[in-house]
Protein backbone atom coordinates (compact mmCIF):
# COMPACT_ATOMS: atom_id res chain seq x y z
CA UNK A 1 0.00 0.00 0.00
CA UNK A 2 1.71 3.53 -0.89
CA UNK A 3 1.58 5.42 1.85
CA UNK A 4 0.70 9.78 0.52
CA UNK A 5 2.91 12.09 2.23
CA UNK A 6 2.08 15.79 1.94
CA UNK A 7 4.64 18.74 2.46
CA UNK A 8 2.98 22.09 2.97
CA UNK A 9 3.64 24.88 0.53
CA UNK A 10 7.06 27.37 1.05
CA UNK A 11 6.32 30.87 1.44
CA UNK A 12 7.88 31.79 -1.62
CA UNK A 13 5.89 31.03 -4.54
CA UNK A 14 6.72 31.31 -8.01
CA UNK A 15 4.42 30.92 -11.06
CA UNK A 16 5.69 30.83 -14.32
CA UNK A 17 4.19 29.82 -17.94
CA UNK A 18 6.34 30.05 -21.72
CA UNK A 19 5.00 31.64 -24.41
CA UNK A 20 3.48 29.36 -26.47
CA UNK A 21 5.52 31.10 -29.72
CA UNK A 22 9.04 32.06 -29.41
CA UNK A 23 11.22 33.99 -31.99
CA UNK A 24 13.88 32.59 -33.16
CA UNK A 25 16.80 34.44 -32.34
CA UNK A 26 15.40 37.03 -30.48
CA UNK A 27 17.39 35.74 -27.80
CA UNK A 28 20.66 37.13 -28.83
CA UNK A 29 19.72 40.70 -28.42
CA UNK A 30 17.46 40.47 -25.03
CA UNK A 31 20.18 41.80 -23.13
CA UNK A 32 20.86 44.53 -25.40
CA UNK A 33 16.96 45.29 -25.14
CA UNK A 34 17.33 45.09 -21.16
CA UNK A 35 20.13 47.77 -20.25
CA UNK A 36 17.71 50.19 -18.93
CA UNK A 37 16.72 47.62 -16.58
CA UNK A 38 20.02 46.70 -15.66
CA UNK A 39 20.52 50.39 -14.65
CA UNK A 40 17.41 50.44 -12.82
CA UNK A 41 18.17 46.97 -10.38
CA UNK A 42 21.55 48.00 -9.52
CA UNK A 43 20.10 50.99 -7.26
CA UNK A 44 17.26 48.70 -6.47
CA UNK A 45 20.06 46.32 -5.67
CA UNK A 46 21.80 48.17 -3.29
CA UNK A 47 18.59 49.52 -2.05
CA UNK A 48 17.07 45.90 -1.13
CA UNK A 49 20.79 44.79 1.22
CA UNK A 50 20.61 48.07 3.00
CA UNK A 51 17.13 47.06 3.92
CA UNK A 52 18.00 43.56 4.83
CA UNK A 53 20.67 45.13 7.24
CA UNK A 54 17.77 47.33 8.84
CA UNK A 55 15.28 44.27 8.77
CA UNK A 56 17.99 42.22 10.55
CA UNK A 57 17.82 44.83 13.61
CA UNK A 58 14.15 45.37 13.24
CA UNK A 59 13.58 41.40 13.76
CA UNK A 60 16.02 41.30 16.34
CA UNK A 61 14.46 43.77 18.53
CA UNK A 62 10.50 43.71 17.33
CA UNK A 63 10.46 40.05 15.74
CA UNK A 64 8.85 41.64 12.99
CA UNK A 65 9.92 42.41 9.75
CA UNK A 66 8.64 46.14 8.89
CA UNK A 67 5.84 45.67 6.11
CA UNK A 68 7.16 48.74 3.91
CA UNK A 69 10.40 47.33 3.95
CA UNK A 70 8.79 43.82 2.95
CA UNK A 71 6.86 44.83 0.08
CA UNK A 72 9.94 46.76 -1.14
CA UNK A 73 12.40 43.41 -1.03
CA UNK A 74 9.49 41.25 -2.70
CA UNK A 75 9.38 43.86 -5.41
CA UNK A 76 12.98 43.80 -6.20
CA UNK A 77 13.43 39.78 -6.34
CA UNK A 78 10.17 40.06 -8.41
CA UNK A 79 11.59 42.65 -11.10
CA UNK A 80 14.97 40.69 -10.96
CA UNK A 81 13.34 37.43 -11.53
CA UNK A 82 10.73 38.86 -14.47
CA UNK A 83 14.61 40.27 -16.42
CA UNK A 84 16.07 37.07 -15.89
CA UNK A 85 13.56 35.32 -17.07
CA UNK A 86 13.07 37.08 -20.13
CA UNK A 87 17.03 37.52 -20.98
CA UNK A 88 19.55 35.52 -19.07
CA UNK A 89 18.09 32.76 -17.60
CA UNK A 90 15.22 30.61 -18.54
CA UNK A 91 14.48 33.00 -21.38
CA UNK A 92 11.30 31.42 -22.03
CA UNK A 93 9.45 34.94 -23.15
CA UNK A 94 9.52 37.44 -25.60
CA UNK A 95 7.00 39.95 -23.70
CA UNK A 96 9.39 42.70 -22.27
CA UNK A 97 9.51 42.95 -18.64
CA UNK A 98 7.46 46.07 -17.15
CA UNK A 99 9.11 48.63 -14.87
CA UNK A 100 7.13 48.08 -11.62
CA UNK A 101 7.76 46.01 -7.77
CA UNK A 102 4.39 45.55 -7.97
CA UNK A 103 2.92 42.10 -8.82
CA UNK A 104 1.94 42.10 -12.98
CA UNK A 105 -0.62 39.41 -13.01
CA UNK A 106 -0.33 38.99 -17.11
CA UNK A 107 3.56 38.78 -17.06
CA UNK A 108 4.69 34.83 -17.55
CA UNK A 109 6.75 34.28 -14.28
CA UNK A 110 5.13 35.86 -11.12
CA UNK A 111 6.74 35.96 -7.90
CA UNK A 112 5.22 36.66 -4.13
CA UNK A 113 6.81 35.73 -0.85
CA UNK A 114 3.92 35.24 2.07
CA UNK A 115 4.56 37.71 4.70
CA UNK A 116 5.68 36.35 8.57
CA UNK A 117 3.93 38.34 10.91
CA UNK A 118 6.16 37.04 13.34
CA UNK A 119 9.90 35.94 13.07
CA UNK A 120 12.29 34.54 15.39
CA UNK A 121 14.24 36.90 17.16
CA UNK A 122 17.31 34.44 17.83
CA UNK A 123 16.91 32.53 14.36
CA UNK A 124 18.16 36.10 13.04
CA UNK A 125 21.37 35.71 14.60
CA UNK A 126 22.36 32.29 12.77
CA UNK A 127 20.69 32.05 9.86
CA UNK A 128 23.72 33.15 8.41
CA UNK A 129 25.35 29.85 9.24
CA UNK A 130 22.04 27.46 8.79
CA UNK A 131 22.21 28.67 4.66
CA UNK A 132 25.69 27.97 4.12
CA UNK A 133 24.81 24.51 2.69
CA UNK A 134 22.37 26.04 0.14
CA UNK A 135 24.45 28.87 -0.33
CA UNK A 136 26.85 26.15 -1.86
CA UNK A 137 24.25 25.09 -3.89
CA UNK A 138 23.13 28.26 -4.65
CA UNK A 139 26.48 28.95 -6.41
CA UNK A 140 26.83 25.82 -8.74
CA UNK A 141 23.38 26.48 -9.82
CA UNK A 142 23.91 30.49 -10.67
CA UNK A 143 27.32 31.19 -10.97
CA UNK A 144 30.81 30.31 -9.92
CA UNK A 145 30.46 32.30 -6.67
CA UNK A 146 28.35 31.61 -3.77
CA UNK A 147 26.37 34.25 -2.37
CA UNK A 148 22.74 34.55 -2.64
CA UNK A 149 22.65 37.51 -3.29
CA UNK A 150 24.17 36.80 -6.49
CA UNK A 151 21.02 35.79 -8.32
CA UNK A 152 20.15 38.77 -8.46
CA UNK A 153 23.19 40.42 -9.42
CA UNK A 154 24.84 37.66 -11.91
CA UNK A 155 23.74 39.49 -15.21
CA UNK A 156 26.18 37.22 -17.01
CA UNK A 157 24.43 34.98 -19.99
CA UNK A 158 24.19 31.10 -19.07
CA UNK A 159 26.50 31.32 -16.15
CA UNK A 160 26.07 28.36 -14.17
CA UNK A 161 24.36 24.91 -14.64
CA UNK A 162 21.33 27.07 -15.43
CA UNK A 163 22.73 29.67 -17.73
CA UNK A 164 23.88 26.40 -19.45
CA UNK A 165 20.73 24.69 -19.18
CA UNK A 166 19.03 27.55 -20.87
CA UNK A 167 21.63 27.93 -23.66
CA UNK A 168 20.92 24.67 -24.53
CA UNK A 169 17.11 25.22 -24.68
CA UNK A 170 17.62 28.41 -26.74
CA UNK A 171 19.73 26.80 -29.13
CA UNK A 172 17.14 23.64 -29.42
CA UNK A 173 14.76 26.70 -30.14
CA UNK A 174 17.05 28.06 -32.65
CA UNK A 175 16.85 25.04 -34.48
CA UNK A 176 13.51 23.35 -34.38
CA UNK A 177 11.47 26.21 -33.66
CA UNK A 178 10.21 25.24 -30.13
CA UNK A 179 11.61 25.35 -26.74
CA UNK A 180 12.10 22.35 -25.25
CA UNK A 181 8.78 21.42 -22.11
CA UNK A 182 11.41 19.27 -20.20
CA UNK A 183 14.27 21.71 -19.78
CA UNK A 184 11.49 24.74 -19.06
CA UNK A 185 10.36 22.28 -16.09
CA UNK A 186 14.10 21.27 -14.91
CA UNK A 187 15.10 25.45 -15.35
CA UNK A 188 12.15 26.41 -13.16
CA UNK A 189 12.78 23.90 -10.49
CA UNK A 190 16.12 25.26 -10.42
CA UNK A 191 15.55 28.96 -10.27
CA UNK A 192 12.55 28.17 -7.52
CA UNK A 193 15.01 26.76 -5.65
CA UNK A 194 17.26 29.36 -5.84
CA UNK A 195 15.04 32.18 -5.08
CA UNK A 196 13.76 30.36 -1.71
CA UNK A 197 17.19 30.25 -0.71
CA UNK A 198 17.63 34.29 -1.27
CA UNK A 199 14.42 34.74 0.62
CA UNK A 200 15.72 32.46 3.77
CA UNK A 201 19.22 34.24 3.50
CA UNK A 202 17.46 38.15 3.08
CA UNK A 203 15.16 36.79 6.56
CA UNK A 204 11.84 37.04 4.77
CA UNK A 205 10.96 33.97 6.30
CA UNK A 206 12.34 30.81 9.08
CA UNK A 207 11.02 28.08 7.11
CA UNK A 208 14.20 26.35 5.86
CA UNK A 209 14.50 26.25 2.09
CA UNK A 210 13.87 22.20 1.14
CA UNK A 211 16.20 20.14 -0.73
CA UNK A 212 14.05 19.29 -3.15
CA UNK A 213 13.77 20.33 -6.75
CA UNK A 214 10.28 21.34 -7.47
CA UNK A 215 10.04 21.24 -11.17
CA UNK A 216 7.55 23.03 -13.33
CA UNK A 217 5.97 26.41 -13.95
CA UNK A 218 3.11 25.88 -11.79
CA UNK A 219 4.41 26.08 -7.50
CA UNK A 220 3.25 22.65 -6.29
CA UNK A 221 1.28 22.68 -3.24
CA UNK A 222 2.17 20.38 -2.12
CA UNK A 223 4.93 17.06 -2.61
CA UNK A 224 3.84 13.53 -2.96
CA UNK A 225 5.79 10.57 -2.82
CA UNK A 226 5.00 7.10 -2.30
Not at 70 to 92: K, N
Not at 187 to 214: E, N, Q
Request: glycine share 6%; proline share 8%; charged share 15%.
Amino acid sequence: MNVMLSTPAYPLRVEATPDPLLTRWMWLFKWIFAIPHYIVLFFLQVGFLLVSVVAFFCILVTGRYPRPLFDFSVGVIRWSTRVQYYCSMVLATDKYPPFTLKDVPEYPVRVDVAYPERLSRWLVLVKWLLVIPQLLVVGMLVTSGWSAYRYMEDYSPFSGLIGLLSLVAVLILAFTGRYPRGLFDLLMGLVRWTLRVLAYASLMTDKYPPFRLDLGGPEPTAATSG
